[in-house]
């Protein structure tokens, strides 16, 4: 049985949102933060030192290239009584800890309207992460001074997760792993990245922003947008970069936590083996995840 999530909901510009939020999970932001800074410490071997250094140069990137983003994250850091840098941290901490690899993970799916019982777009995933997250989790409703609403999973201090905004267009994800993979100057955390997907109203524009974003981490990005005519669905492998996408066939996406197009990396789920090279097929068996260049 599914338990109860805290319900954030707040209103204004990126910043008064951030703020408000902040204010409103102070206590969660501040225990996840120490979550955090015992991983990276345990996974990543990075001291309270190092992890600001990061988390500046993140906060850096992320106001040069998502200054709106970057002012939400801000006001959290603002409204929680928070280190800004830290933050900007935890939601850089696939980045930091990137080496770190354990089995499990998440399986996303998107159907069609087309191939729905009641005509509408369905986009869904699972979640396999630290239990210890548990009690940091929250969900983040959100309305900005231009009326776009967005609602998203998201840990306390983080952005974003699975979410899905008032224009019809929503997001699920899967962590991936490639020999480019690590912190670097210039790159966006993933969890700020996929926050300025949800911020677009469309999937064109949602696509630009995942594609143009320069980042440290790989990650599958399952994009929808409801629409009459039963929406429409892009899968996206966004690695450091480059990107590869995948079509829906009859109708349906799935995806695991292995690259399914032929990206010039090295897919370090071939190194670990697990569960990803199953979890990932669809009905019958078959993967409908196959590449289809130019489709």
């Excluded at 933060?33 to 309270?48: I, K, M, N, S, T």
């Excluded at 696509?207 to 669905?233: D, H, Y």
């Amino acid at each position: 049985m599914a338990l109860p999530l805290p319900l954030i909901s707040v209103t204004g510009t990126p910043a008064e949102c951030g703020a408000a939020y902040g204010a409103a999970t102070a206590a969660l932001v501040g225990a996840n933060v120490d979550l955090y800074l015992q991983r990276f410490r345990d996974q990543a071997g990075l001291d309270a030192t190092a992890v600001r250094i990061s988390g500046a140069a993140f906060r850096r990137s992320a106001h040069e290239l998502l200054p709106r983003v970057a002012a939400m994250l801000d006001g959290v850091a603002e409204g929680a009584g928070a280190n800004a840098e830290e933050l900007y941290a935890i939601n850089g901490r696939t980045e930091l800890i990137y080496g770190s690899r354990r089995d499990g993970g998440c399986t996303s799916a998107g159907v069609l309207g087309t191939h729905t019982a009641t005509g509408t777009l369905l986009l869904g995933q699972n979640w396999d992460w630290h239990p210890a997250q548990r009690e940091a989790m929250v969900v983040l409703a959100t309305r900005d001074e231009r009326g776009l609403a967005v609602i998203t999973l998201a840990e306390a201090g983080m952005l974003a997760k699975a979410g899905l905004n008032s224009a019809g267009l929503g997001v699920c994800l899967n962590m991936l792993g490639t020999d480019r993979d690590g912190p670097r100057e210039g790159v966006v955390p993933y969890h700020v990245l996929l926050r300025a997907v949800l911020e677009t109203d469309h999937l064109g524009a949602a696509t630009r922003v995942a594609c143009r974003t320069p980042r440290g981490a790989s990650l599958n990005l399952l994009l929808g947008q409801a629409a009459a005519g039963g929406g429409e669905i892009l899968d996206l492998e966004v690695v450091p970069g480059d990107v590869g996408w995948l079509h829906p066939v009859d109708g349906y996406v799935t995806h695991a936590n292995h690259l399914e197009t032929p990206l010039p990396v090295r897919d370090r789920a071939k190194d670990f083996g697990g569960s990803s090279f199953f979890r990932g097929r669809g009905p019958g068996g078959c993967s409908p995840t196959r590449w289809r260049p130019g489709r």
